[in-house]
């Protein structure tokens, strides 16, 4: 008996989105959204600063890269917007030739992120170390810790009760009650009790006035030029690179933090197009925030894109329709928030006495260096980057050391058979040569690979070379025991690279 064939109304219903159909989702996602629209507005203003640029257009970037990257991103629930790495990226740029440039370089890195991810540049994530991972992660919590220090000096003794009161709920609100996101009562309530009460503290207009309409999508006011292109490209490439380095980690974590899978070259080429469509209204450009990611999964458990649209929508709303109320806002409870995202995003386990005792050396010291490198610049790609080095140089080392060279005399003295075990490669390969008594050995010697794998140049060139000091002294080596891949290897290169 054949089965039914589902009915158009219910595969329709299959491809809904959750939110579509479950009102707790759309609850969650909607309040998601606004509390994260309103941790992006300091943020924005502060990354335009950084760049050098109107604080608007900061904001107009958070607007468009994560209405954008709802759409087009391969990551749902991940929050993209103007950034502090972007922005460090294209300041100079700014400053030397002007906003024009900066736009120009903005559209151009999106066109690079779009051409590295259809080239697959996002399957090499799969090479970061976890190590470099945890240190990325706990590297970015002390970052927005310190972040968050300016906004706590030098400022009325009004600011530390709030502060207080601030953490208080955000720590007591979610044993009550999750209905609503406790960072959203937080500002709310203590937004309020300053209105209220007419404290003076310092607020979000402080930090720069909020737009009052909707950006115009436009060109760069550049010549379109080869001089041009040559100016704004390595810019461009430069945030490209930092751009897709740091969304595709956020994407990893988050991948992590809901036990799902996300499509990494959707998101590079999303990332791309955000920036494109960033570029044409003039912003500044952006990638994936991990902070206020955090606030929107971890914090606010948000999991589909419709609280990414909503959070640059709100943001929108709020600058232009509710400016005068937003511009209110204390400091102080938006510090309060990101106190508590540095908090929950921190690695505590790894630092731990106990996983300290258990974890191989090697492993915490790749975590250490790549929490000090991206403290130390602020930059978390340069952390990756040479955490990701450092991880790869002491794997190198710890695999070369376990390779083993014996000898064995045969019983009339005319042959040795030297017996060689573990990968051989640059660093193992590079000792190679001294392991032999090339003047004490018979004239039969036989190299036997059998326990062994042949994995580059470097070992056969070093294989070349025993074999040429034995030719000297007149005799013969022989290598046996080669694999498939190690002997095409060997036979292909055998020979060929005296002249390197």
């Not at 959750?18 to 609850?27: G, H, I, T």
Request: charged residues 15%; contains cysteine; proline residues 6%.
């Amino acid at each position: 008996m054949p089965f039914p064939l589902p009915s158009a109304a219910a595969r329709l219903r299959g491809l809904r989105p959750d939110w579509l159909s479950d009102p707790a989702v759309w609850r969650t996602e909607v309040l998601a959204g606004l509390v994260v629209a309103l941790a992006l507005i300091p943020e924005a203003i502060s990354f335009s600063v950084i760049a050098g640029v109107d604080p608007k257009i900061g904001l107009f970037s958070a607007f468009t890269m994560a209405v954008t990257i709802a759409v087009v991103g391969g990551r749902r629930a991940m929050i993209s917007a103007a950034t502090g790495a972007v922005a460090l990226v294209i300041a100079p740029l700014n400053r030397e030739h002007g906003l024009g440039y900066l736009v120009a370089a903005v559209l151009l890195a999106g066109v690079f992120q779009i051409v590295l991810g259809a080239l697959g540049v996002a399957r090499l994530m799969r090479f970061v170390p976890r190590s470099v991972m945890v240190g990325f992660v706990n590297a970015l919590a002390i970052l927005i810790f310190l972040t968050q220090l300016p906004e706590l000096e030098h400022v009325p003794w009004a600011v530390y009760p709030l502060f207080a009161a601030g953490i208080a709920l955000l720590v007591l609100l979610p044993r009550l009650t999750t209905a609503v996101p406790a960072p959203l009562v937080s500002i709310v309530a203590l937004t309020a009790v300053t209105v209220a009460a007419g404290i003076t503290v310092p607020t979000v207009g402080d930090k720069g006035e909020l737009p009052s309409s909707l950006p115009h999508p436009g060109l760069p006011d550049v010549p379109f030029t080869a001089d041009t292109l040559l100016t704004i490209a390595p810019y461009a490439f430069a945030m490209a690179l930092v751009g897709l380095m740091e969304s595709l980690m956020t994407a990893r974590i988050v991948d992590d933090l809901t036990d799902t899978r996300s499509d990494k070259t959707r998101e590079a080429v999303g990332q791309g197009i955000a920036n494109i469509v960033t570029g044409l209204f003039g912003g500044m450009g952006g990638c994936a925030m991990i902070g206020q990611t955090m606030i929107n999964v971890k914090v606010s458990g948000a999991r589909t894109r419709l609280s990414t649209f909503l959070a640059g929508s709100f943001l929108m709303v709020l600058c232009v329709l509710f400016g005068p109320v937003v511009s209110r806002m204390p400091m102080a409870a938006l510090v309060a928030v990101m106190v508590m995202v540095s908090w929950a995003t921190f690695d505590r386990h790894s630092v731990s006495p106990a996983t300290l005792r258990r974890m191989p050396a090697g492993e915490t010291a790749v975590m250490v260096v790549t929490v000090v490198c991206v403290v130390a610049t602020g930059n978390l790609a340069v952390g990756v980057v040479v955490g990701s080095v450092t991880a790869t140089a002491l794997f190198a080392r710890r695999v070369a050391r376990h390779t083993g060279i014996t000898s064995e005399t045969s019983p009339d003295g005319t042959t040795v058979v030297y017996r060689v075990t573990g990968q051989l490669f640059f660093a193992s390969a590079d000792g190679l040569a001294a392991h032999f008594a090339y003047a004490d050995d018979p004239d039969r010697v036989v190299v036997d690979l059998s326990a062994a794998h042949i994995w580059d140049a470097s070992t056969v060139a070093a294989l070349d070379a025993v074999a040429a000091r034995y030719a000297q002294r007149g005799k013969t080596l022989e290598i046996t025991g080669l694999n498939a891949p190690s002997a095409h290897l060997h036979g292909t290169l055998s020979g060929e690279l005296a002249a390197a």
